[in-house]
């Protein structure tokens, strides 16, 4: 199945350029990703609570693969040991340094509340595929007992 690239995809690399996780650009320079990915690309624990000092490397795929940008955090909710609804877990927000690369465009975020039943793609770095990366399809379903 062929996908059209997204030009919002990040790829989240280790300061060896090995990548570890995916992100999506929201507006023109904010990175949505997950804290345990921001963990694995500056190695410290994805559990800290404070967040994680330094900068994040990341590119764009699809649009300027090659040209590493710099990121720095912005909001950290670290993965906690029990996960609930009023406590957000395992979500980072990183904050471009520099302008993006041309053809780079942001996502709008949708409430996800009534979704049930909408099938999905989404793209990522799993490690059997981590600098290719692959697709993956699915449908969204009913949300779980505590909310999510």
């Known amino acids: 199945?062929?996908?059209?690239?997204?030009?919002?995809?990040?790829?989240?690399?280790?300061?060896?350029?090995?990548?570890v996780?995916?992100?999506?650009?929201?507006?023109d320079q904010y990175i949505l990703t997950c804290a345990h990915v921001v963990a694995q690309a500056i190695g410290c624990g994805e559990t800290e609570p404070e967040p994680p000092r330094g900068f994040v490397l990341l590119e764009f795929p699809f649009v300027a693969?090659?040209?590493?940008?710099?990121?720095?955090?912005?909001?950290?909710?670290?993965?906690?040991?029990?996960?609930?609804?009023?406590?957000?877990?395992?979500?980072?927000?990183l904050k471009l340094s520099s302008p993006l690369p041309a053809g780079a465009k942001g996502?709008?975020?949708?409430?996800?509340?009534?979704m049930s039943g909408h099938s999905?793609?989404?793209?990522?770095?799993?490690?059997?595929h981590?600098?290719?990366g692959a697709w993956?399809?699915?449908e969204l379903v009913r949300?779980?007992?505590f909310g999510w």
């Not at 030009?7 to 690399?13: D, N, V, Y």
Request: overall charge negative; some cysteine.
């Open 1 to 19: 199945m062929s996908k059209a690239p997204n030009p919002a995809t990040t790829r989240i690399l280790s300061p060896t350029g090995y990548a």
């Open 21 to 27: 996780g995916v992100g999506v650009l929201v507006g």
């Open 65 to 93: 693969t090659g040209q590493v940008l710099q990121a720095a955090i912005e909001c950290w909710h670290p993965v906690q040991p029990e996960c609930t609804a009023a406590m957000p877990e395992d979500i980072a927000v």
């Open 107 to 114: 996502i709008t975020l949708m409430d996800g509340a009534e």
């Open 120 to 128: 999905f793609d989404v793209f990522g770095f799993p490690e059997a």
């Open 130 to 132: 981590n600098q290719e």
């Open 136 to 138: 993956a399809q699915g």
């Open 143 to 145: 949300p779980l007992t």
